[in-house]
């Protein structure tokens, strides 16, 4: 039996990171020039995809000039001087700086809570800081806390809120980050209630305690806008519902769809160690067909140890939080570790694809193998003896292109890598077959009555944020109807789409889309390359693009399945693929076929998960972690 989670006013449980990513991945979805609950205008003819309201944008190209500073000095300085301060300072002493900051910023909740009227919150306020003045030393220690004593947060923006102002305009504000008009104005008026401003002795206690509290959330910062191609736009659509007054309605009020609401389960996915992926390398490596460099992270046991190179999913990054909890899992059980991004992902597309556009298996599967191949090259000149037996671990996508290499190790040049192992963990079978399936998934909101369809679709993209922000029962799935957690994971695949379209057509525009490529100005662009499908991208831009190298369309069609390869597959005793019975990508004939071709040896089927939703479950973190013990 399947149960929901019922969110509850409390801290949030899931890493920052986690949260945000997965928030802004399933909210990125087409700009609105319209105000939350209007309707959303397109422009063009080829279709249209539903889609949430997003705040307005008009000074985009200013607000992107400022990101582009503001995120050169969070990787520049913040996140470095960040790394460095935790070293000094360990958790608890962090933990009692922000205890004192905030037991400092009284004066300003005391205020506004009386300009709202909230006169029990001005009550609980001020209860909490004379116990934590007294009791707590100054407010280092949240003595109040453990006397139960409420919480009761409040700042300018929200009294305004009260007052009736609601946000019109997206603002990205110098050094502070995303914001509006409303949240803007309320920051400066939050920022002048301070009290150390009025003490000149003790002025310095503003930046240092704001440093304090930064310096926690810079590595997941900077993990953000470095592995997403554009962060910005990340970060305004998830601002929209992050920030949105009240809650929203939680009631299902449609059936729930298993394999899609476990799939959403993957947020739950989450690092052991905070600092693991700051402990990495990151290298780059020259590709022979493009001459260009290509980054890659890498974990190196400090002996020799076997080494697994991780292909992730579809348009994920190599810093991406599956990614990295694959990387975490993997080194803490004695394995070196290399992660790339995916063949589908700007950053390798733009560096080590030999093609303009991913499309035909057949070429992906070799650029990734060359890649891995002149990784494994610097690294045995870096770390002389200490690499060991071989393995390529792909998830998704990524296990799809893995199953494609081990199908072609006897026809590889022989200067390409060997490995002593492939490990597919939730692959598709066929391309075409998913492509269709996600496709379908985003046009689920057309099953609500045209009337209702967009305060629906606000709804759910309200519901992803405030779930998010609030504490679950972590046993339990989201709190999604079938239409909705369909949506949301169509549209999460979309966003990718989105992504691959936009860096292909900037690197080489084919003259498909309508509206100009901009850099600073991508509203139009993104919202007519949204409205684009995967079938569209594979009729559009995939097949005249390798018509023109002499691919025909059946033969795209072809390398896009695996059962094309089936008996090298069969005959490849290198194989384990780990993947669930349930997962939307694998309809029954697949599933048959994977039993056929991998047998019981090689194949581990989990009856539920759906698509990767499962993947930090025990008995799959186990099965991960199996399929590569003997390589040790």
């Not at 934590?132 to 009761?152: E, M």
């Not at 002593?420 to 998913?434: E, F, K, M, T, W």
């Amino acid at each position: 039996m399947i149960r929901t989670a019922v969110p509850r006013t409390a801290p949030v449980r899931f890493p920052r990171h986690a949260s945000y990513v997965m928030l802004a991945a399933v909210l990125a979805s087409c700009s609105s020039t319209t105000e939350p609950g209007n309707t959303v205008q397109k422009s063009v003819s080829h279709g249209q995809t539903p889609t949430p309201d997003f705040i307005n944008d008009p000074l985009e190209p200013v607000n992107r000039s400022i990101w582009a500073v503001n995120k050169g000095i969070l990787i520049g300085v913040v996140q470095p001087a960040g790394k460095a301060y935790r070293k000094i300072a360990p958790p608890p002493v962090r933990l009692s700086i922000n205890h004192f900051r905030r037991n400092l910023t009284y004066p300003g909740r005391l205020i506004n809570h009386a300009l709202q009227g909230r006169w029990s919150g001005a009550g609980d306020e001020t209860t909490r800081f004379l116990t934590n003045t007294t009791a707590g030393g100054l407010g280092f220690f949240d003595v109040a806390t453990k006397w139960n004593i409420p919480k009761s947060e409040a700042d300018f923006s929200q009294t305004f809120g009260t007052w009736g102002w609601k946000p019109n305009a997206f603002v990205m504000l110098p050094f502070a980050g995303p914001s509006d008009d409303r949240h803007a104005f309320g920051y400066a008026a939050d920022s002048v209630a301070e009290p150390w401003n009025y003490a000149g002795a003790y002025s310095v206690v503003g930046p240092a305690t704001s440093f304090n509290k930064l310096s926690d959330r810079s590595e997941d910062a900077t993990r953000l806008v470095v592995s997403e191609k554009d962060s910005y736009i990340l970060t305004k659509y998830a601002w929209t519902y992050a920030t949105k007054d009240g809650q929203p309605d939680w009631r299902l009020k449609g059936p729930i769809d298993r394999p899609t609401l476990e799939t959403l389960g993957a947020v739950r996915v989450s690092l052991t160690d905070p600092e693991f992926p700051s402990d990495s390398r990151e290298m780059a490596v020259t590709i022979p067909s493009t001459g260009r460099k290509l980054k890659f992270n890498c974990w190196i046991q400090s002996g020799t140890a076997p080494i697994v190179y991780i292909s992730p999913g579809l348009s994920s990054h190599r810093l991406s939080l599956a990614t990295l909890w694959a990387a975490e899992q993997l080194y803490q059980n004695g394995f070196s570790v290399v992660s790339t991004s995916s063949v589908f992902q700007p950053e390798f597309m733009e560096n080590a694809s030999s093609a303009h556009l991913p499309a035909y298996p057949k070429v992906d599967s070799r650029d990734l193998h060359v890649a891995m191949t002149e990784i494994d090259k610097l690294l045995e000149k870096k770390f002389p003896g200490r690499l060991g037996r071989k393995a390529l671990m792909g998830f998704s996508m990524g296990g799809f292109l893995s199953l494609r290499i081990a199908a072609d190790e006897k026809q590889a040049p022989a200067d390409l890598l060997r490995f002593d192992r492939y490990v597919a963990i939730n692959p598709p079978v066929d391309l075409q077959y998913g492509a269709k399936h996600l496709d379908g998934y985003n046009r689920a909101p057309l099953a609500w009555p045209a009337d209702q369809r967009q305060a629906l679709l606000n709804n759910a993209a309200h519901k992803v944020a405030k779930s998010m922000t609030l504490r679950s029962d972590p046993s339990a799935v989201p709190p999604f109807e079938g239409i909705e957690s369909k949506y949301l994971i169509g549209l999460t695949f979309r966003v990718a789409l989105r992504d691959i379209v936009y860096s292909s057509q900037q690197r080489h525009n084919m003259g498909v889309l309508q509206t100009p490529i901009t850099p600073l100005r991508r509203e139009e662009s993104y919202r007519e390359i949204m409205n684009f499908t995967f079938s569209d991208y594979f009729q559009k831009f995939a097949v005249p693009y390798y018509q023109q190298k002499g691919i025909g369309i059946a033969e795209l069609r072809r390398e896009g399945n695996l059962t094309t390869h089936t008996a090298a597959l069969r005959n490849q005793k290198k194989i384990r693929v780990i993947t669930n019975r349930n997962d939307f990508l694998l309809p029954p004939k697949d599933i048959s076929w994977m039993n056929s071709t991998f047998g019981a040896s090689r194949l581990t089927l989990f009856p539920y998960g759906g698509h990767m939703g499962n993947m930090s479950s025990p008995p799959v973190r186990d099965a991960i972690l199996g399929s590569i013990q003997d390589l040790k």
